[in-house]
């Protein structure tokens, strides 16, 4: 083996987990199957650092929120550190409150929470942000303002504050492309 060889047996492993987890889902709005986003996400990942359990955890992003999957399903199969950036990635639902009326209470939480978070932390979250910036702005471009209607909350100046907040809580990654792109993509969607 020369040693350029990449050892992707953990990332491997966690691409089956999500596509398994994610099966028969698609993207709220989209036609597209739901695993396009975390592929996304990790593809994004990938462009800052090649940490296999990084981009594993990019790949896994969502299958606690989104699918039966619990945290201790990760931690189990792959590890405390990728369970770890797992969760930092994870909204906190709030018991018996509904999905809209806690929406901004969750939105800071995420800001605040990503904004004092380790770098891996905001490398990981930073590809999903990007991925669903990508999507609001292609959605921007065809259906203009109509877009908002497909989200629980559908003021644009709501989603506005949210992305700003996201932008400020990960400028540490402002050397990134990634971060290049995110922060032009919210001025093209908002301004």
């Known amino acids: 083996m020369g040693n350029n060889h990449l050892d992707t047996t953990l990332f491997d492993r966690a691409v089956q987990f999500a596509v398994k987890a994610h099966a028969g889902t698609e993207r709220r709005g989209k036609s597209f199957p739901y695993i396009v986003h975390p592929m996304e996400a990790a593809s994004i990942v990938a462009t800052m650092t090649s940490d296999q359990e990084m981009l594993s955890a990019a790949i896994l ?15 189990k199969e792959f590890g405390e550190r990728i369970a770890m950036l797992v969760e930092a990635e994870s909204d906190k639902y709030i018991e018996g409150v509904r999905d809209e009326d806690s929406w901004y209470e969750r939105k800071q939480a995420a800001i605040t929470r990503i904004a004092s978070a380790p770098f891996d932390v905001k490398i990981v979250a930073l590809g999903d942000k990007l991925s669903n910036a990508r999507a609001i702005y292609r ?22 504050w949210h992305y700003e907040g996201l932008a400020d809580s990960l400028k540490e990654l402002s050397d990134t492309f990634a971060y290049r792109e995110f922060e032009y993509l919210v001025h093209k969607i908002f301004d």
């Open 139 to 160: 959605d921007y471009m065809t259906q203009g303002d109509e877009l908002w209607k497909i989200f629980h909350i559908k003021e644009k100046a709501a989603h506005k």
């Open 61 to 75: 992003h969502d299958t606690v929120e989104d699918t039966d999957v619990d945290i201790n399903d990760i931690r």
